[in-house]
C-alpha cells in the first residue's frame, strides 16, 4: 500500500482508510507520548511505515493509488510503469533528477522510495477536480473554467454598459442636431434645453438656445434697418421727382427758343443729365421694391416690348438686331421688373457694341426654365472683368473704353432684379462676342 499525503486535492484510498480509521476512531493518541493510546498509535504508524517500505516495483498495486493522481514507477532511469502522458512523464523525470520540471505553481510532485530501491512518482494537481472522470478528461480544471466564465460575463457586461452609453450619446447628440436645425430655421423657442440628461449636453443647449435668441433678434433688427432704409431711399427718389421734373420742363422750354449753338449744346446737356437722373431712380426704385409675388405674363410680350427698345436703341447706333424667338409660354415673375433687367442689359450691349456690328436677343427653353441671352459684337472682355462685372460701381477699363458713360450700376441692378426671383445670369466673352444669359421660371 502507497499512501501519499495530498493536501486534501487528491481522494484518500479505500485501504488507507480502513488501515487508518481504528486509530481515528478507538485508538487515538500521540505516537510520541508514554501513555497506552499513544504507544498503539507508534505502533500502527511503524507498521505503516514497514507496509510502505516493503512494497517493490513488482508488488506495486496501480490500485491503492488515486485515480486523481499521476504516477510512474522508475528504476534505475527506466519507467516500469506509468498512466502519465509523454509530457507529464517528461516534466516527472526532469523533477525527479531535480530539475525544475515546469510543474508551475498549479502541480505539485512527490517520489516515494520503495523496498526494493526503485521510486514511485506521484503527480497531482492543486485544482479542484471534477467528480465524473469523464468530466476530468474532457473539460479543462475548474479554475480555468471558472476564470473564463467570468471572462466572460465581464465582456458581457462591459457590452451592455457600452451599449447603454453609445445610446445615451446618441439621444444627446439628437437633441444637439434638433437645437442646430431650429436655429438654422430661425426658431430658438423649438430648442428644448431640459431635454439633455448629461450636464456638459445640458449647458451646450442652453448655449445654443441663447445664440439662437440673440441671432434672431439681430436678424430682425438688420431687417428693419433695411425696411427702413428701403423706405428712406423711396422717399427721397419720389422727393427727387419733382425737381428734376422742374429742371427738364424748363430745359425743354428753353430747347423750344432761338437759341444759339453753344447754348443749344447746354440745354441738350441739362436734357441727357436729367433723362439720366431719372433712370437712376428708377433704378433705384426698383431695387428698393420687394418682388411681386404670384406675377404672370406671356413671354411674347415681353420679347416684342425687349425687341421695339431694341430697334430703338440700336438704330442710332447703326448696330443690326437679330431676334430668334425658339419658345412661347408664360413666365412667373413681374412684368415690370424683367423689362428693367432686360433694358439694362440692351443698353449696355448698344453702349459696348462696335459700329455697324449685330446684337442678339434670343429666347429658348430647357428642364422648365426660360433662357433669355442677349450678346453684342464688340472688344472681348478679360477674364479678370468678368469676375467683377456686377459688381456695385464696377467700370470696364477707363483705357479701353473711355468714350463710355455710366457710373457702373446698370449691371449691379439686373444681377440685384434676378436675385429677388432667385434666378441666375452668366456671361460669355470670346472672340469679340460677348452675351449675357438669364434665366426665368416657366408656369
Known amino acids: 500500500m502507497v499512501y501519499a499525503d495530498n493536501a486534501a486535492t487528491t481522494k484518500m484510498s479505500r485501504t488507507a482508510i480502513d488501515a487508518m480509521l481504528p486509530y481515528m476512531e478507538t485508538h487515538y493518541g500521540n505516537p510520541s507520548?508514554?501513555?497506552?493510546?499513544?504507544?498503539?498509535a507508534a505502533e500502527a504508524l511503524q507498521s505503516a511505515r514497514e507496509t510502505v517500505a516493503a512494497v517493490t516495483a513488482e508488488t506495486f498495486d496501480s490500485n491503492q493509488i488515486s485515480d486523481l493522481c499521476r504516477w510512474a514507477v522508475v528504476q534505475d532511469d527506466t519507467v516500469l510503469q506509468t498512466n502519465m502522458t509523454a509530457r507529464h512523464l517528461k516534466i516527472a523525470l526532469n523533477a525527479f533528477h531535480g530539475g525544475s520540471g515546469n510543474l508551475g505553481y498549479m502541480q505539485y510532485q512527490y517520489d516515494v522510495k520503495m523496498a526494493d530501491g526503485s521510486f514511485c512518482l506521484l503527480q497531482y494537481d492543486y485544482a479542484t477536480p471534477y467528480a465524473d472522470p469523464a468530466l476530468r478528461d474532457t473539460?479543462?480544471?475548474?479554475?480555468?473554467?471558472?476564470?473564463?466564465l467570468l471572462a466572460v460575463l465581464?465582456?458581457?457586461?462591459?457590452?451592455?454598459?457600452?451599449h447603454c452609453t453609445v445610446r445615451v450619446f446618441a439621444a444627446e447628440t439628437a437633441c444637439l442636431h434638433r437645437a442646430v436645425d431650429a436655429i438654422a430655421a430661425q426658431q430658438p423657442e423649438r430648442i428644448d434645453a431640459d431635454g439633455a440628461h448629461l450636464r456638459e449636453f445640458s449647458a451646450t443647449l442652453q448655449a445654443m438656445q441663447t445664440m439662437g435668441r440673440e441671432l434672431t433678434d439681430s436678424l430682425q433688427s438688420q431687417w428693419r434697418m433695411e425696411q427702413q432704409r428701403a423706405e428712406q431711399i423711396a422717399a427721397l427718389t419720389h422727393d427727387l421727382k419733382t425737381p428734376l421734373s422742374i429742371i427738364q420742363g424748363n430745359a425743354d422750354l428753353l430747347a423750344e427758343d432761338a437759341l444759339s449753338a453753344d447754348q443749344q449744346t447746354q440745354v441738350e446737356a441739362i436734357l441727357r443729365g436729367t433723362d439720366r437722373a431719372q433712370q437712376y431712380l428708377a433704378a433705384l426704385r426698383t431695387a428698393c421694391a420687394p418682388p411681386a409675388a404670384g406675377e404672370t405674363?406671356?413671354?411674347?410680350?415681353?420679347?416684342?416690348?425687349?425687341?421695339?427698345?431694341?430697334?430703338?436703341?440700336?438704330?442710332?447706333?447703326?448696330?443690326?438686331?437679330?431676334?430668334?424667338?425658339?419658345?412661347q409660354g408664360t413666365l412667373c415673375a413681374a412684368q415690370c421688373d424683367l423689362l428693367r433687367a432686360a433694358e439694362n442689359l440692351l443698353d449696355n450691349a448698344v453702349k459696348f457694341s462696335s459700329p455697324q456690328g449685330r446684337l442678339t436677343l434670343r429666347i429658348t427653353t430647357k428642364a422648365g426654365k426660360a433662357y433669355i441671352a442677349i450678346g453684342n459684337q464688340g472688344e472681348t472682355i478679360p477674364p479678370q472683368q468678368l469676375t467683377h462685372i456686377f459688381d456695385r460701381f464696377h467700370k470696364a477699363d477707363s483705357s479701353r473704353f473711355t468714350h463710355k458713360d455710366g457710373v457702373g450700376l446698370g449691371l449691379y441692378i439686373v444681377k440685384t432684379i434676378l436675385n429677388t426671383y432667385k434666378e441666375d445670369i452668366t456671361v460669355t466673352s470670346q472672340d469679340g462676342f460677348t452675351e449675357f444669359t438669364f434665366t426665368l421660371s416657366e408656369v
Open 297 to 327: 405674363f406671356p413671354s411674347h410680350t415681353l420679347v416684342s416690348e425687349l425687341a421695339e427698345t431694341a430697334c430703338a436703341l440700336c438704330a442710332p447706333a447703326g448696330v443690326q438686331l437679330i431676334l430668334n424667338e425658339q419658345w
Open 154 to 162: 465581464i465582456l458581457v457586461w462591459l457590452g451592455w454598459q457600452t
Open 33 to 40: 507520548s508514554l501513555y497506552r493510546l499513544g504507544q498503539e
Open 139 to 148: 473539460l479543462p480544471d475548474f479554475q480555468t473554467c471558472y476564470i473564463l
